[in-house]
């Protein structure tokens, strides 16, 4: 199951990283579930919770076996409707990113990336790498994060994938 969100990068009017910051924050707490309770649960369904941003879209996406099914759906529901974005997972996932991005830039291959991409989409929002950069992610605030959630990831644009041996009453 995938839920295809229109939140990639380009959606983050200047605020470069946002959409990635956001996307990282969606396991990390959901409803009544800290994020150990949902990687814990995932785990013991045997189920495989991934979740991505990139330029145009966030997928978040769940495989899982028929008879882990219901209570997979309910956790992934969650994570998609209801992230806490609590203050302590803000600060803790900002500084991954922040490290994710430092280590990101010793690549060569990953810094001619980055540079072709800003020669040739010069002027757009796709000249900037999904991950942002560390001093534009030091500069994010939760209080974005919450307001970059409210307004791109809603169902009216979403697009839901469902593949498997399911029965069409679920």
Do not use: C, W
């Not at 997972?89 to 990101?104: G, P, T, Y």
């Not at 010793?106 to 929002?125: C, F, H, Q, R, W």
């Not at 970059?148 to 069409?168: A, C, M, Q, T």
């Amino acid at each position: 199951i995938m839920a295809v969100i229109p939140s990639g990068s380009i959606y983050n009017e200047s605020r470069h990283g946002l959409s990635k910051l956001t996307s990282m924050l969606l396991d990390e707490g959901a409803g009544a579930l800290t994020g150990l309770q949902i990687a814990d649960e995932i785990e013991i369904l045997g189920s495989v919770l991934n979740i991505n941003s990139g330029r145009e879209y966030t997928t978040v996406s769940i495989l899982t076996l028929k008879e882990s099914l219901e209570k997979s759906l309910e956790i992934f529901s969650k994570i998609l409707r209801f992230p806490n974005f609590e203050e302590k997972d803000f600060n803790r996932e900002k500084s991954r990113l922040k490290s994710q991005i430092m280590s990101l830039n010793d690549n060569p291959s990953y810094t001619a990336s980055v540079e072709m991409l800003k020669t040739i989409y010069t002027g757009t929002e796709y000249e900037f790498p999904p991950n942002g950069f560390t001093n534009s992610i030091s500069e994010l605030t939760n209080k974005e994060v919450k307001e970059f959630y409210k307004k791109r990831y809603f169902p009216g644009e979403s697009s839901l994938i469902v593949v498997g041996d399911l029965d069409s009453s679920l």
